[in-house]
């Protein structure tokens, strides 16, 4: 599989707890994103890297989110505490850098409960 | 004013239609831009990305960016009902910036 893979598919939590959602970009790929999506709206960016550096982070991303990714290869998003407005589709994307599409993944739907 | 407007649909067309669907944008920095198609419950698929002001056609699809009006379009020719998806703008300045989304329905 050459394309961009999410895990888990689909996460159920309960308020209050944490989780953790995992990408593997594609592996040539040096940039990878993090976006967020509810439903009726469009992506919207929440953080990148470039290799292992995390170059930017939206103000979306409170206190509570964190994302590492070690050695610049696969990364993982966590949410501590989660709240119910966490419920959201977290959508993984890589590029091979500038100037190319991003590659997206097919997303971590996250259900707070 | 959002950076990136999209009118959400729904919209629906007969098979074999031409659809024509558009975004506005704010930012006259943007010089990259792209339409990407979202089925139900998956990650987005690139369709196609430009470069600048003009056209860039690719099978079905045809892609305009007029940068003087801060204006992008997506027409899909001789539409089909696998063509029903949500089709999404974007633009580019060190990360994408995504519309809103279009829901279309092609209709047999």
């Known amino acids: 599989d050459t394309g961009v893979s999410q895990n888990p598919r689909h996460k159920i939590t309960k308020r209050g707890q944490n989780v953790t959602f995992r990408c593997d970009p594609i592996?040539?790929?040096?940039?990878l994103y993090w976006y967020r999506q509810t439903l009726g709206q469009g992506p919207e960016f929440l953080t990148y890297f470039q290799n292992e550096a995390q170059l930017e982070k939206s103000r979306l991303l409170s206190d509570r989110f964190s994302a590492e990714r070690p050695k610049g290869s696969f990364s993982t998003l966590e949410i501590q505490r989660t709240e119910q407005g966490d419920s959201a589709m977290y959508l993984c994307a890589s590029r091979a850098g500038d100037h190319y599409g991003y590659t997206f993944g097919s997303g971590t739907r996250l259900t707070v409960v | 004013q959002k950076e990136v407007e999209q009118d959400p649909g729904p919209l629906s067309v007969p098979e074999g239609a031409i659809v024509s669907l558009n975004c506005t944008y704010s930012n006259s920095a943007f010089q990259y831009f792209m339409w990407y198609r979202q089925y139900s419950r998956k990650g987005p698929e690139l369709l196609m990305y430009t470069y600048s002001s003009g056209n860039k056609e690719d099978g079905r699809f045809t892609a305009q960016v007029d940068k003087s009006s801060k204006y992008i379009s997506l027409f899909i020719r001789d539409s089909q009902p696998s063509d029903s998806a949500t089709y999404l703008c974007a633009m580019e300045d060190d990360k994408i910036i995504f519309g809103k989304g279009t829901r279309l329905h092609i209709l047999p």
């Open positions: 592996s040539e790929h040096n940039r």
